[in-house]
């Protein structure tokens, strides 16, 4: 049985469709040599020394997002749910992006904060922070393990390897550039990576369209196979939610996907907010998100699309949808449409891109996950007071114990038929209790530093406690929709502790929250780059953590020279024009595809 599973996922590969790949991986390898030659600090290491323009840190933002998260997941969800998956994708990121641009990156990137951890650090305290930190460290290197375990699936397909040699292989590639270059060479060859996967995705689109007779022909095969006329319309999404309802289902994709999970995600995971941080300047930052957006919400239909195509198209997987036996899962939808639709040469274009696709995701996670550790675990709490060269050389070498890790959490990946279930789990464990509070502390000055790490406890633990009711059946709604319920759970407990340990705990001072809390910071401060003068310092010279310990760091706040943001005269330079734009696009897709 297992031999035959193999046979059927081995793709039909030729000898250009190899020189193609070889080709992509000495490219990305030659990028992480010329990055190296940038790296002069941590800074330029870990966050590209603060000096990249607008469009590459809006391409590097949404292309660290179209990991194997994106490629195996969504494309799985398009064979088994159809057009509900679309979902992820306009409510679950668009609105959260924008809300990123416009209002939460002039607090992340006014403060001058290095990493999301240590914002939390100067909104709450030390606790918080290293809290989160040490979350933020577990979540990554399980999220690169997904995309490494993806990685290893198409070397797998493509060579025949065995995934206990093609893993670790596909680490030692990703470890290389980033090792070299940091977040600089992983950065740019995101932006690379995002144009060799769409030409992965577009051909393959087009090339499945042409098989079924079009978007009418596919409509017409889909609704024919279970779960039927619901997988050509994005509402009420009851076969994605398992929830009998209609009413309840669109209350827990509102709520639980296009709330909780997506703004939970899209505005403090540190491995997308580290991209707009390394923007050159406040007005690049808060447009980073916003530009990312525009490939956000048309790049479903070149990714659901397929996944509906491979649904109907691939033998294997209509016998999945209908209930009988295969040796397949719907984690297998591309590699099985890549061999069914693509000839070659076009196949070794579309390989490149697929593994640019998880290297891009597996890089992000990597990047983000040694920046977190080398500033907010090892320099302000472990190893405080050292000098900078001594900072440099933990960012490396935490580099590859993360890739390290990930080889070993990549099998637990593979334990999952649907990576999808897999990563939203970790979404509602991870990121939706930070949002709580986060978003809690960001309009509520009187919230304590107390409440900010005793409530994102609480929420991890009321997620985990949900997702477990639901994995053993006592909650009896599908993995996805208890992911919703999970990340629901985890908001509203988070928010209550916050708010009741506040109660019996003392705030910050007022002074000490300006340009931290909005009520605090003036209208103008909001969308310029404000920063105490110890911070300040420290970004210029790389001053002890001791001093950045200081109680009293962001005691005054004031206002950097206006030079230093872009001119926002051009209806393409306003974030607020940007963002407006955008959400219309959504609302009309979502007219298209109700």
Known sequence: MVLAQQTDLRLDTTFIDYVFVVFYFVLVLGIGVLARRSIASSLDFLLSGRALPAWVTGLAFIAANLGAIELIGMMANGAQYGVATFHYYWI?????????????????????????PEFLLMR??????????????????????????????????????SLALAIPVAALVVLSYTFLGGLNAAIYNEVLQFFVILALLIPLTVAGLARVGGWDGL?????????????????PG???????????SVIGIVFGLGFVLSFGYWTTNFAEVQRALSARNMSAARRTPIIAAYPKALIPLVIVIPGMIAGVLVPQLTTLKQGGPTDVTYNNALSLLMNEVLPNGILGVAL????????????????SLNTVFTYDLWQDWIRPGRPDEYYLRVGRTVTVVGCVLAIGTAYIAGSFENLMDYIQALFSFFNAPLFAIFILGLFWKRMTGTAGWTGLIS???????????????????????????????????????????????????DSELVGLVWALTPRVGRGKVRVAPSAAGEAAAG????????????????????????????????????????????????????
């Not at 908001?491 to 209550?496: S, T």
């Open 543 to 594: 001053a002890t953590a001791a001093h950045r310990e200081a109680p009293h760091r962001h005691a005054a706040i004031e206002e950097v020279p206006a030079a230093m943001d872009e001119e926002e005269g051009a209806w393409w330079q306003s974030p607020v024009v940007m963002g407006a734009i955008v959400l219309a696009l959504t609302v009309v897709l979502y007219l298209i595809f109700a």
């Open 352 to 367: 490149a891109g697929l593994l640019a696709s998880f290297m891009a995701g597996m890089a992000a996670n990597v990047s």
């Open 459 to 509: 929420g991890t633990i009321a997620a985990v406690i949900v997702d477990t009711l639901v994995r053993t059946g006592v909650i009896a709604v599908s993995s996805q929709a208890g992911s919703f319920m999970g990340a629901s759970a985890a908001f509203v407990v988070g928010i209550a502790v916050a708010v009741i340990v506040s109660q019996f705990t003392t705030p910050k001072p």
């Open 238 to 248: 009851t076969s994605l939610t398992e929830i009998a309802s209609p009413a309840l």
């Open 124 to 161: 709450f305290n030390a606790t918080t922070q290293r809290v989160n930190g040490i979350t933020f460290a577990l979540a990554a290197v399980l999220i690169a393990g997904v995309n490494l375990y993806a990685l290893g699936l198409i070397l797998e397909a493509l060579l025949g390897w």
């Open 92 to 116: 679950g990121a668009i609105p959260a992006m924008v809300f990123l641009g416009i209002v939460m990156m002039p607090f992340y990137y006014g403060s001058k904060a290095r990493s999301v």
């Open 219 to 235: 409509q017409a095969r889909v609704v024919g196979l279970p779960p039927g006329p619901e997988q050509v319309s994005s509402w």
